[in-house]
């Protein structure tokens, strides 16, 4: 059965970094494509990072040059790096395993594949 768990959400201020971490098991992350996708509070999703098998790394147009994604196969931790968070940013981060090919481990089909797998997400917030 594949777990997921995040943690290291919380409250910044705009221009501040945080990184999430989301630890898997049930499935190695070096066999599956991880992910992660953001709910806003007007529950709009949007994924934002993949992170292929192969350890292949692709970010959404809105968070590139701020957000990268990274893993630790020994751990099966997926972690999210994101750098100088602006308002927008304010929203519910979940990570995600989906079971497609490398080349399509993309952050849209985070919140687009069938059956994927999740946790039960952490609050970022961030403040002006």
């Known amino acids: 059965q594949v777990q997921l768990v995040e943690s290291g959400g919380g409250s910044v201020q705009a221009g501040g970094s945080m990184t999430l971490s989301c630890r898997i098991s049930?499935?190695?992350?070096?066999?599956?494509?991880v992910g992660w996708y953001r709910k806003t509070p007007q529950e709009e999703r949007e994924g934002i990072a993949a992170i292929d098998r192969d350890g292949a790394t692709s970010v959404a147009e809105s968070v590139k040059g701020r957000f990268t994604i990274s893993r630790d196969t020994a751990s099966d931790t997926v972690y999210l790096h994101m750098n100088n968070l602006q308002t927008d940013d304010t929203a519910m981060y979940y990570c995600?395993?989906?079971?497609?090919?490398?080349?399509?481990?993309?952050?849209?089909?985070?919140?687009?594949?069938?059956?994927?797998?999740w946790g039960q997400g952490t609050q970022v917030t961030v403040s002006s």
């Open positions: 049930g499935v190695a992350t070096g066999r599956t494509c």
């Open positions: 995600a395993t989906v079971e497609v090919s490398p080349w399509m481990c993309v952050p849209t089909v985070i919140t687009t594949a069938p059956e994927p797998k």
